[in-house]
Nanobody, 117 residues
Framework: VQLQASGGGLVQAGGSLRLSCAAS????????MGWYRQGSGKQRELVAT???????NYADSVKGQFTISRDNAKNTVYLQMNTLKSEDTAVYYC????????????WGEGTQVTVSS
């Protein structure tokens, strides 16, 4: 499995960005896809995850601000980020967590999101 993230960039505070992560290879509905981020000098943290049937989970810090979605036909997961703040500045990583047929984690290369105040 390979994950290719895109959509990052520079945006002013209050603006929006949409990240995409396209997965190649065999993707199962049981795979959980998600977004994580790592700010400068900080640990990588969960942003949001989504299961194959569309069940979502968000970090408290982004609830109501970010929306994760998934297109199983395209093996792609999206992260719509609205009302961006300077504290959202980070490298955003896409992750695929597999539980079957074996437990595996796959990470994509990050995409930089910079929010200017």
């Amino acid at each position: 499995v390979q994950l290719q993230a895109s959509g990052g960039g520079l945006v002013q505070a209050g603006g929006s960005l949409r990240l995409s992560c396209a997965a190649s290879g065999i993707i199962y509905l049981s795979d959980v896809m998600g977004w994580y981020r790592q700010g400068s000098g900080k640990q990588r943290e969960l942003v949001a995850t989504i299961t194959g049937d569309g069940t979502t989970n968000y970090a408290d810090s982004v609830k109501g601000q970010f929306t994760i979605s998934r297109d199983n036909a395209k093996n792609t997961v999206y992260l719509q980020m609205n009302t961006l703040k300077s504290e959202d500045t980070a490298v955003y990583y896409c992750k695929l967590h597999r539980i079957w047929p074996s437990v595996m984690d796959y990470w994509g290369e990050g995409t930089q999101v910079t929010v200017s105040s």
